[in-house]
């Protein structure tokens, strides 16, 4: 049985919600005064995923556990958060070594470098117990955390819920690895808000940005830090009035911030590329430096996107970005720049949209 939270909510509040920081803990901390989040009167829900695919674990974790010292800030584990407490409690030594083999650039053994251990083929359970018992604090922080935070009209939750009507009634895993939650379904009356797969990777929009599905009664808010190319945190903040509620969203991308000096129109008509399931082929057709013309074998669909954002796994081509993604651009506003290539630079725009943005026109 999932371990769930029920905290009450006043009448009249705010909640700031924000998912998969992936230890980019000094965005987060912009964020949140992007928000003008108050500790003590705004509540935040923190959706899991706090550790990994980044290279400041500890620091990340503190910086949840003091925000967390504040009654109304609650946190939840997400999947990529257990990695720390099986690696440091849960697997005997021989599933521990092959786990730690295979991945051993992880928040577990950024603790173990802190103590100049880098090698546990010996001495294992002694080497494990050092670290454990030097961050014991940390470790046990992450272990006894719930995985859902349920009010009068919301679940929150890392990845999802099962689609039946006794959805508590599960393991932690079901909770944790639902892919594409937000084109799923569920049987509870009340919204399901959560993270864990990236919203541009779910194919409706060109943008980082929250997916709100009413009919589902889904909303996702993962803007795929640390794991996108080009990516971001967002704060998804919904203002109660009652049992009356209103959405706004906060965002801070991860790339290098720089001005857009001149306008510039881009171009409709951008193609969805899925990263994990789309095959592609490089066509021999003219394209501009840094460019190639992709087609989409699964899709039929062609178009151009930056040679950077393709790569071969499994003897298959894939494409990260999404085709003839060319977003437009005002003078004056903010772009955050994650790649250059020939003339361009892959970016995140004033209005979340992702694409290739001409380097002339940037600052």
Known sequence: MLN??????PENCRIICVSDIHTHWQALHELLKKCRYKAGEDFLFILGDILERGNDNINALRYVMKLAESPRVFVIEGNNDTYVTGLALRYDDQKFLE???AKSDCCFGEMA???DISDFSEDTSAKRKAVYEAYKTE???IHDLPEVIETEDFIFVHAGILDKPDWENCEQYDVMLIKRFVDKAHQSPKTVICGHFPTYAIGRQNDNLPITDNERRIIDIDGG???KPASQLNAFIITKNGREYSYFTEFMPLGEKKTVIADCSGCDGWIYADFE???FRCLNEPAPEGFAVFRNLDTEEK???PLCMSGEWGGTLHVWGNLNAFPSVKKGEPIWIFAEYGDY???ITASGEVGSVPKNVIE
Not at 4 to 9: A, D, K, M, N, W
């Open 4 to 9: 769930i939270i029920r905290p009450q909510l």
């Open 99 to 101: 786990r730690f083999s």
């Open 113 to 115: 470098q802190k103590l």
């Open 139 to 141: 470790i046990d922080f």
């Open 225 to 227: 830090a640390g794991v």
């Open 277 to 279: 399931q789309h095959r």
């Open 303 to 305: 178009g151009l996107a």
């Open 345 to 347: 630079c892959w970016c």
